[in-house]
């Protein structure tokens, strides 16, 4: 599990604002063997790849949506710095840490796994990224962001060599990456979900009763957020995307942000071969539950006139066979946000 980066925060709305540098801080509490620590180092595993699974998908389904598209390899990465305090030596041995950068896991089909690179190998050189050149901090994530820059940064078709060692023998195999939008997908230790410009992060909450196509709804929606740029769009505006994001005369923008998303969200999902209709059963069933009430956010559209602009949105979609749909919105992407959400809500 990840470090939660400064992010815009979407779904869940609460007063949550970021949590602790690191991670499991609940589930962690009561180890006492090593048991104990395999249990929950491998259902953390799982979950960072069922969420790294679904942006995987998106990312190479969407390639030709994307402006900033990097070498798609399919490894997930993790870092040993990310497990902080007495964590730290239960997940060194635990998976085996023998650089500071190691292989989570790689995704079924990927560039990765066919060329032989397996869960637990460290990395020592992947391309002309050194690992060992690479800085970070117990309980941070920064050497995890630093690799992911550096590896998306090699050129985008050509092989990959990778040096790394399993069980303590240096291995090499060569990626054949294939391309991918520049994000990376992983999970984080709340119930929200959030873009950071370039990653998308999923809180566990999420993963526990809803299925992937729903997980899906989400990781899309934060991901749109990202190649729409809002971020930086945000930014540019002057808007505080912190506590105040849900007042005055930022409103307007954010609500702008959230709709062009999920808008954009419908596309990205039917690229990559997702039900369309899970956009609507994930809002009916999160909605109620998490949207409503004390938990609204004025930064966000009310949950449903966002199921009545997906079904608007879906109708559209689903009149257009060509994969993939580079749709309109794309076209949004270079403009300054005018704070027009109005226009393109449709009401419940
Ligand atoms: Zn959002």
Redo the contacts with the bound molecule.
């Keep these: 599990m990840k470090p939660v980066s400064s992010a815009?925060r979407?779904?869940a709305h609460a007063c949550r604002r970021g949590s602790p540098a690191i991670v499991l801080p609940l589930l962690f509490l009561p180890l006492s063997t090593r048991a104990d620590d395999a249990a929950l180092f491998e259902g953390v595993r799982g979950a960072d790849m069922r969420i790294a699974a679904i942006g995987w998908r998106l990312a190479v389904a969407n390639a030709r949506l994307c402006d900033r598209i990097e070498p798609g390899t399919g490894m997930q990465l993790h870092v040993l710095d990310q497990y902080g305090g007495a964590q730290r030596e239960a997940a060194a041995r635990h998976f085996g840490f023998a650089t500071p950068v190691a292989v989570e896991g790689v995704l079924p089909g990927s560039p990765a796994e066919q060329a032989g690179l397996r869960a637990d190998d460290s990395l020592v050189r992947v391309g002309a990224v050194e690992i060992a050149k690479l800085s970070g901090k117990a309980g941070k994530a920064d050497r995890l962001d630093a690799a992911h820059l550096a590896i998306a940064a090699l050129p985008v078709d050509a092989p990959i060599e990778v040096e790394a060692l399993r069980a303590g023998r240096p291995i090499h195999v060569t990626i054949r990456p294939i391309r991918a939008c520049n994000s990376r997908f992983e999970m984080t230790d709340d119930f929200n979900?959030a873009?950071t410009g370039t990653a998308v992060q999923v809180g566990a909450g999420f993963l526990e009763g809803y299925p992937d196509e729903q997980i899906a709804v989400v990781v899309a929606?934060?991901f749109a957020?990202n190649i729409l740029r809002h971020r930086d769009r945000l930014i540019a505006r002057g808007v505080d995307y912190g506590l105040l994001s849900g007042f005055g005369a930022n409103v307007k923008y954010f609500r702008q942000?959230?709709v062009q998303?999920?808008l954009l969200s419908v596309y990205l999902l039917a690229n990559a071969g997702y039900p369309l209709g899970a956009t609507t059963a994930f809002w009916k069933r999160f909605g109620p539950s998490k949207a409503g009430g004390i938990l609204r956010s004025r930064s966000?559209p009310a949950w449903r006139d966002r199921v009545a602009t997906f079904e608007a949105e879906i109708a559209k979609a689903e009149t257009i066979s060509a994969r993939p749909v580079v749709p309109p919105i794309l076209g949004e992407r270079d403009k300054p946000l005018d704070g027009d959400w109005q226009s393109i809500l449709v009401r419940n």
């Design positions: 815009f979407h779904l979900a873009s929606h934060e957020h942000t959230e998303a999920d966000h």
